[in-house]
């Protein structure tokens, strides 16, 4: 995720980015077993690490990589967990 911008300087073009990306987060995370995130938000080195207890699966990288891994994670939870929910919380 890139912003651009020098972060402290007001309200800026890094400010409205990071508030794009924030809200896109939230809502692709609440909606998760009901529709495909935005894949908009995300640069082109966007990377994927899976950590335990899966972590020898090792590491996605690129946007395309990245967006099939989440299509197909999203799959395989939404056949295996019934009225399922996320949550997110960006800092």
């Not at 935005?38 to 972590?55: K, N, T």
């Not at 395989?76 to 919380?89: P, Q, T």
Request: aromatic fraction near 8%; charge should be positive; charged fraction near 25%.
């Amino acid at each position: 995720l890139r912003c651009a911008g020098v972060p402290g300087r007001g309200v800026s073009e890094y400010d409205l980015c990071r508030g794009k990306i924030t809200r896109v987060l939230s809502s692709d995370y609440l909606d998760f077993f009901d529709r495909e995130p935005d894949f908009g938000i995300y640069d082109e080195a966007v990377s994927l690490e899976i950590g335990q207890p899966l972590q020898g699966w090792g590491c996605v990288h690129g946007k395309q990589k990245y967006s099939g891994a989440i299509r197909t994670l999203r799959r395989i939870v939404c056949r295996a967990v019934e009225n399922g929910r996320m949550s997110c919380r960006v800092a």
